[in-house]
């Protein structure tokens, strides 16, 4: 590998899109092999981190918002 190659390796990243993408990915349990393998290559930890604590308090308000429906639409 030159130089140059090593340079654009170093350089690239993980789109914000693609964390996005990783994190659900994780959460369902569908990650390939090759995704997972590039997500720990060319992403950064608190990346994973932030939208992962993002995405689940996203999960827990849906359900928490579900349940209120849930118990008014039963009359409860």
Known sequence: MNEIEEKQEEEETLALW???????????????????ERQFKYGKVHQFIIVGIILTIVFVVHIILLVKYAMIWAGA
């Open 18 to 36: 693609e964390v996005f993408q990783g994190v659900i990915a994780m959460f369902i349990g569908v990650q390939s092999e090759k995704n997972r």
